[in-house]
């Protein structure tokens, strides 16, 4: 059974920072997330994959709704 | 009669007699309008004309899994965008215009028959089409090696450049109809990075881009961000300088 667990991390980008979230899998780094800010326009809200690891590192950068949505991403790459 | 759009693109590649030009006008069939986002070549199609873009704004792109695409070139005015059709058979990418656009088809029978009679009209048909090979080539440098800043600081001199070159430039400005989407399936990043970029060049003044218009505001800048060099576009004018 793999435990997916979330720790929250400040994210740069060129232009800002932004709040965001690490992604463990059992202990070991998967992705970093950041929560898109207005400047992103109707994307504002949203999650983003900014980097991604392991079984994920082969995935589109994508937008996710919710942080729950992104825990299932990740827990299909890791079934 | 130089004036027309498909004649300013070719006059860029080389000198053209009266007749040469008529012959060229000769094969552009009665254009008609074809709205935004339609698919105008297919993929393993085989047509039996090649298109030319007279007005608006096309790609042309390969369709992978999903809904993932990979644009190869922006179709400005004056761009034949399919002529390999008449020389490879099978199209091996697809063609869709981006906004409403005004395009005619030119038959392959009456290319031949006029390439064969018209060996310079052929000649600069010919450099045409190899500078767009040099065009992927810029672009498969500038994508494989290139930060995302650089890549659309080079799509967006290689726009205005291509436009301004056939007239459609006003001043430092072009009318630009390329979405965030567009800017990403042609240069390999996300939505959230093209977005990100063009913040990035607007914050060092060196682009606006609004309501479809890209202005210049800091050319030299921009080109040198996009490592831009006009030679691969082997313009005529430009040979020299």
Same mark, same amino acid.
């Not at chain 1, 994210?11 to 950041?34: M, W």
């Not at chain 1, 504002?44 to 079984?55: D, M, N, R, S, Y």
């Given at each position: 059974?793999?435990?997916?667990?979330?720790?929250?991390?400040?994210?740069?980008? %060129?232009?800002?920072?932004?709040?965001?979230? /690490?992604?463990?899998?059992?202990?070991? /780094?998967?992705?970093?997330?950041?929560?898109? $800010?207005? $400047?992103?326009?109707?994307?504002?809200? %949203?999650?983003?994959?900014?980097?991604?690891?392991?079984?994920?590192? $082969?995935?589109? %950068?994508?937008?996710?709704?919710? /942080?729950?949505? /992104?825990?299932?991403?990740?827990?299909?790459?890791?079934? | 009669?130089?004036? +027309?759009?498909?004649?300013?693109?070719?006059?860029?590649?080389?000198?053209?007699?009266?007749?040469?030009?008529?012959?060229?006008?000769?094969?552009?069939?009665?254009?008609?309008?074809?709205?935004?986002?339609?698919? =105008?070549?297919?993929?393993?199609?085989?047509?039996?004309?090649?298109?030319?873009? !007279?007005?608006?704004?096309?790609?042309?792109?390969?369709?992978?899994?999903?809904?993932?695409?990979?644009?190869?070139?922006?179709?400005?005015? #004056?761009?034949?965008?399919? @002529?390999?059709?008449?020389? !490879?058979?099978?199209?091996?990418?697809?063609? =869709?215009?981006?906004?409403?656009?005004?395009?005619?088809? =030119?038959?392959?029978?009456?290319?031949?028959?006029?390439?064969?009679?018209?060996?310079?009209?052929?000649?600069?048909?010919?450099?045409?089409? =190899?500078?767009? *090979?040099?065009?992927?080539?810029?672009?498969?440098?500038?994508?494989?090696?290139?930060?995302?800043?650089?890549?659309?600081? +080079?799509?967006?001199?290689?726009?205005?450049?291509?436009?301004?070159?056939? #007239?459609?430039? *006003? #001043?430092?400005?072009?009318?630009?109809?390329?979405?965030?989407?567009?800017?990403?399936?042609?240069?390999?990043? *996300?939505? @959230? +990075?093209?977005?990100?970029?063009?913040?990035?060049?607007?914050?060092?003044?060196?682009?606006?881009?609004?309501?479809?218009?890209?202005?210049?505001?800091?050319?030299?800048?921009?080109?040198?961000?996009?490592?831009?060099?006009?030679?691969?576009?082997?313009?005529?004018?430009?040979? +020299?300088?």
């Amino acid at each position: 059974v793999t435990t997916i667990t979330h720790s929250p991390v400040r994210v740069a980008t %060129k232009t800002e920072i932004l709040d965001g979230e /690490l992604f463990f899998v059992d202990g070991v /780094l998967v992705a970093v997330a950041s929560k898109l $800010s207005s $400047s992103h326009n109707s994307e504002a809200g %949203k999650w983003f994959t900014e980097a991604c690891f392991g079984q994920l590192e $082969s995935t589109q %950068k994508r937008l996710f709704d919710t /942080l729950p949505d /992104l825990t299932a991403f990740i827990a299909q790459h890791y079934a | 009669m130089d004036s +027309h759009i498909v004649l300013r693109k070719l006059l860029l590649h080389g000198d053209l007699s009266t007749e040469e030009k008529n012959a060229f006008l000769s094969l552009i069939e009665t254009p008609r309008t074809v709205e935004a986002q339609r698919v =105008m070549v297919e993929e393993e199609s085989a047509p039996q004309h090649s298109l030319v873009l !007279l007005d608006g704004f096309a790609c042309r792109f390969k369709s992978l899994t999903g809904d993932r695409r990979q644009i190869l070139s922006f179709q400005i005015p #004056g761009d034949i965008s399919d @002529v390999h059709s008449y020389i !490879l058979k099978v199209m091996d990418h697809s063609v =869709m215009t981006l906004t409403q656009s005004i395009v005619a088809e =030119m038959k392959h029978d009456r290319i031949r028959e006029v390439c064969e009679r018209f060996p310079n009209l052929t000649h600069v048909i010919w450099r045409d089409t =190899m500078v767009e *090979s040099a065009i992927f080539r810029e672009w498969l440098t500038t994508i494989g090696q290139l930060p995302a800043v650089s890549r659309v600081a +080079h799509l967006l001199c290689e726009q205005y450049f291509r436009l301004k070159a056939v #007239g459609r430039a *006003s #001043g430092n400005s072009v009318s630009l109809p390329l979405t965030q989407s567009d800017i990403a399936d042609a240069l390999g990043i *996300s939505v @959230v +990075h093209a977005n990100r970029t063009l913040q990035e060049l607007r914050q060092m003044r060196l682009i606006e881009l609004r309501s479809r218009t890209l202005t210049i505001l800091d050319w030299e800048q921009l080109a040198k961000i996009g490592v831009f060099r006009q030679r691969y576009l082997h313009y005529r004018d430009h040979h +020299h300088s």
